[in-house]
């Protein structure tokens, strides 16, 4: 399969919790993305991190990128109800414009 | 970001018909749009790459004469469900590739849930 592996599958905490998913891939890459599921509708881009880079943050979000062992985390600070959702991460492939998007983690924060 | 639309947003259809799904590019003119289809609690799959005045490039396994794909313009491309059989309902979503200085970007669309009854 070309895609990449997310774990957990599902992670629930409580409000103010932090929450980490972790996301592996299999290829050289460009970049990698996470994104954002509400159930049911369409895709929000959270945050890209590039090959070169180690670390990134966005306001309570964290991620980081290990090349070396092809994995990222996202981490996502001081959760809110409303931050139950899925999160994918996806890698586009060197030379390649496609993403190839991970398992996915459902994250249900309870309040 | 760039505003994608897609219709239907929703179409149930009896099995053995045919089903058009439209993805349009609002905001600028895109050469490449790729098509997705996401099965319950799964991810996303990449289905095909649409090219503007050329054949789409279907990935592994992707029946190319049952997903046809034409992407006839620079703000649309269509995704045709022929002979829908109730596996393949779904959730179909469509991303527009704009190409950045820096990166390229694709931005996706709503969705489209297909229930082939």
């Known amino acids: 399969s070309q895609q990449g592996e997310e774990d957990p599958q599902a992670l629930s905490i409580q409000e103010g919790e932090n929450a980490t998913m972790n996301c592996s891939y299999k290829?050289?890459?460009?970049?990698l993305q996470w994104y954002r599921q509400n159930s049911g509708r369409g895709l929000v881009h959270l945050i890209l991190?590039?090959?070169?880079?180690r670390e990134k943050h966005s306001g309570r979000l964290r991620v980081t990128l290990d090349t070396s062992k092809k994995s990222s985390s996202l981490l996502i600070t001081a959760s809110r109800a409303a931050d139950t959702a899925s999160y994918f991460c996806?890698?586009?492939?060197?030379?390649?414009?496609?993403?190839?998007f991970g398992t996915g983690t459902r994250l249900q924060v309870f309040p | 970001g760039a505003v994608v639309s897609q219709h239907p947003s929703r179409v149930i259809c009896k099995s053995g018909t045919s089903v058009k799904i439209e993805c349009r590019s609002l905001?600028?003119?895109?050469?490449?749009m790729f098509w997705y289809r996401q099965f319950p609690k799964q991810s996303l799959m990449l289905m095909a790459t649409?090219?503007?005045?050329?054949?789409?490039?279907?990935e592994q396994g992707v029946e190319k004469d049952k997903f046809l794909i034409n992407h006839a313009s620079l703000t649309l491309s269509t995704l045709t469900v022929t002979s829908a059989h109730p596996e393949d309902s779904s959730f179909y979503i469509c991303s527009v590739l704009r190409d950045l200085t820096t990166y390229n970007e694709q931005f996706f669309g709503p969705g489209t849930r297909l229930t082939v009854l």
């Open positions: 905001d600028f003119q895109a050469t490449t």
């Open positions: 996806a890698t586009d492939p060197y030379n390649t414009d496609k993403l190839i």
């Open positions: 290829t050289s890459i460009n970049n």
């Open positions: 649409s090219n503007e005045g050329s054949k789409a490039t279907y």
């Open positions: 991190i590039r090959s070169n880079e």
